[in-house]
C-alpha cells in the first residue's frame, strides 16, 4: 500500500510492505478480527405485534399474547440482550409494571410506575424501551416474553394505538 503526505518540502512518500498489513485493502476486510472474542452480536430475533387490544385489572402478572420470542444461544458463557417496548392508552393514573420472563421464571422486572402525557383525548403512558441482559448459561433454546399488571387495579389497555415488541440478541460472551 502506498503513502503519500502532502505537506511541501516534509511531504513523505513510501510503501508500507503487505506483510504488515492484515488485508491487502479495507475492501477486502469482511470479519472483525478473531482477538475480538466478547461483545460481538452472534444472532438477532425479533417479534413485533400488531395492534391486538389486550386489558389489564389485575395486579399479578400476566402475559402480553404474543410478544414472545425463541433463540438458541450458541454457547453457555454468551448472554442475551433483550429489548421490549410496550405501547399503552389508559384511563388510569398509576401505570403498570411490566417483567421479562425466561420459560416461566420472571428475570426482571420494573419497579415504578410510568410518567402520564396528555394529548388533549386520551391519557397515554408513553413507556420507552425496557432492556435486560440475561445470562441463560444454556445452548438449549430460551424462550422470552413480556408480563404486565396493573399498580391499582384499574382497567388499562395495551396495543390499542402503539404496537408493543420485543427483541433478543445473543451476544458473545
Same mark, same amino acid.
Given at each position: 500500500? $502506498?503513502? /503519500?503526505?502532502?505537506? #511541501? @518540502?516534509? !511531504?513523505?512518500?513510501?510503501?508500507?510492505?503487505?506483510? +504488515?498489513?492484515?488485508? &491487502? =485493502?479495507?475492501? $477486502?476486510? /469482511?470479519?472483525?478480527? #478473531? @482477538?475480538? !472474542?466478547?461483545?460481538?452480536?452472534?444472532?438477532?430475533? +425479533?417479534?413485533?405485534? &400488531? =395492534?391486538?387490544?389486550?386489558?389489564?385489572?389485575?395486579?399479578?402478572?400476566?402475559?402480553?399474547?404474543?410478544?414472545?420470542?425463541?433463540?438458541?444461544?450458541?454457547?453457555? =458463557?454468551?448472554?442475551?440482550?433483550?429489548?421490549?417496548?410496550?405501547?399503552?392508552?389508559?384511563?388510569?393514573?398509576?401505570?403498570?409494571?411490566?417483567?421479562?420472563?425466561?420459560?416461566?421464571?420472571?428475570?426482571?422486572?420494573?419497579?415504578?410506575?410510568?410518567?402520564?402525557?396528555?394529548?388533549?383525548?386520551?391519557?397515554?403512558?408513553?413507556?420507552?424501551?425496557?432492556?435486560?441482559?440475561?445470562?441463560?448459561?444454556?445452548?438449549?433454546?430460551?424462550?422470552?416474553?413480556?408480563?404486565?399488571?396493573?399498580?391499582?387495579?384499574?382497567?388499562?389497555?395495551?396495543?390499542?394505538?402503539?404496537?408493543?415488541?420485543?427483541?433478543?440478541?445473543?451476544?458473545?460472551?
Amino acid at each position: 500500500m $502506498a503513502i /503519500t503526505r502532502i505537506g #511541501g @518540502a516534509t !511531504a513523505i512518500t513510501g510503501t508500507i510492505p503487505q506483510g +504488515n498489513i492484515a488485508n &491487502a =485493502s479495507l475492501g $477486502a476486510v /469482511t470479519a472483525l478480527p #478473531g @482477538a475480538i !472474542a466478547t461483545g460481538k452480536v452472534l444472532q438477532v430475533s +425479533n417479534f413485533v405485534q &400488531a =395492534s391486538s387490544q389486550q386489558t389489564f385489572s389485575s395486579t399479578s402478572y400476566a402475559d402480553l399474547t404474543n410478544v414472545t420470542v425463541n433463540i438458541t444461544p450458541s454457547s453457555t =458463557s454468551n448472554k442475551i440482550l433483550i429489548v421490549a417496548n410496550i405501547g399503552s392508552d389508559t384511563n388510569n393514573n398509576e401505570g403498570y409494571g411490566m417483567q421479562f420472563v425466561r420459560g416461566s421464571t420472571s428475570i426482571y422486572a420494573t419497579k415504578q410506575t410510568y410518567t402520564l402525557y396528555t394529548d388533549g383525548v386520551t391519557q397515554i403512558y408513553n413507556v420507552n424501551m425496557f432492556n435486560y441482559y440475561d445470562s441463560p448459561n444454556s445452548t438449549s433454546q430460551q424462550t422470552y416474553k413480556v408480563q404486565i399488571r396493573s399498580y391499582d387495579s384499574a382497567s388499562m389497555n395495551i396495543n390499542t394505538s402503539y404496537n408493543s415488541n420485543i427483541q433478543v440478541m445473543e451476544i458473545a460472551g
